[in-house]
């Protein structure tokens, strides 16, 4: 790749390790990037305000340039101090999406401005809580949610999402989209919404082009990022949707996939 404008990579299973940490090799790899002025972003499904606070948690809060979470929907451009989101999600579909999965056995779930909501108490959200301290409340989504949220998630077993997946594919709604955002989640958002927009969004405003970009993805929250880049990356560890778009495979995220091959087109050794 001749130039690079800007490289992008998701969190889990993609930018972080097995344990949910941030290498040397990785942060020796934005060091460098910073060094040769290449911007680096974040395009995460997690909401910004549980990112945040771990940039610095992790030792890279002056190595980023962006942050594009809940899968593009709230961007952050520390190089312009901007916020933007792309479309909230209506709840007054929360109630459809529960009633049209209902035969499935999953725990419907959302994050409000400053807590969670849950249908039961599960896995994912006792590692959500130990992930990010949050508050959870338990009840009936659509009681309990009553403004516009950023999206809506479906916790089950990686079997159950796939069997989600195949259902969505077949029964597809125009008022929203889903896709597998970890091997249990299986999130839905404004149809407007992904990190591929989120992307575009910020090349539009700093004057640089998507055929310039290097993305790395690992599932199906990245899929449009990982097609519409210059250089789409998938992960060694990537399900099938992600290494159909991509250009180029990494090494296995629990191996410095990034940091490797970013080293590689930089003609470093890392």
Request: net charge negative.
């Amino acid at each position: 790749m001749e130039k690079i404008d800007l490289i992008v990579a998701d969190l889990d299973g993609t930018l972080l390790d097995a344990k949910g940490k941030i290498s040397d090799a990785t942060k020796k790899m934005l060091v460098e990037l910073k060094r040769r002025g290449i911007p680096f972003a974040i395009a995460t499904g997690r909401p910004f305000f549980t990112v945040n606070p771990k940039l610095n948690e992790w030792g890279i809060e002056n190595l980023v340039s962006a942050l594009f979470c809940s899968n593009g929907n709230h961007s952050f451009d520390f190089i312009h101090g901007k916020e933007d989101h792309i479309g909230y999600f209506d709840p007054s579909l929360i109630g459809e999406i529960v009633e049209t999965y209902k035969h499935f056995d999953a725990n419907p779930t959302a994050y409000m401005e400053d807590h969670f909501v849950a249908t039961k108490h599960d896995d994912f959200v006792k590692r959500l809580v130990a992930k990010n301290n949050m508050t959870v409340v338990f009840g009936d989504l659509v009681e309990l949610v009553n403004r516009p949220i950023e999206k809506v998630i479906l916790a089950a077993d990686f079997d159950v999402i796939t069997q989600m997946e195949r259902f969505h594919a077949e029964n597809p709604s125009p008022h929203y989209r889903a896709f597998r955002s970890q091997k249990d989640l299986f999130e839905f958002m404004d149809p407007r919404v992904s990190k591929s927009a989120a992307v575009q969004a910020f090349c539009d405003n700093h004057g640089l082009s998507m055929e310039n970009v290097v993305a790395f993805g690992d599932t199906g929250n990245d899929v449009e990022m990982v097609r519409d880049a210059g250089l789409g990356v998938a992960m060694a560890n990537a399900t099938p949707d992600v290494l159909s778009v991509a250009k180029v495979i990494a090494k296995h995220h629990d191996d410095n996939g990034v940091a490797r091959l970013v080293f590689d087109l930089l003609g470093e050794s890392w």
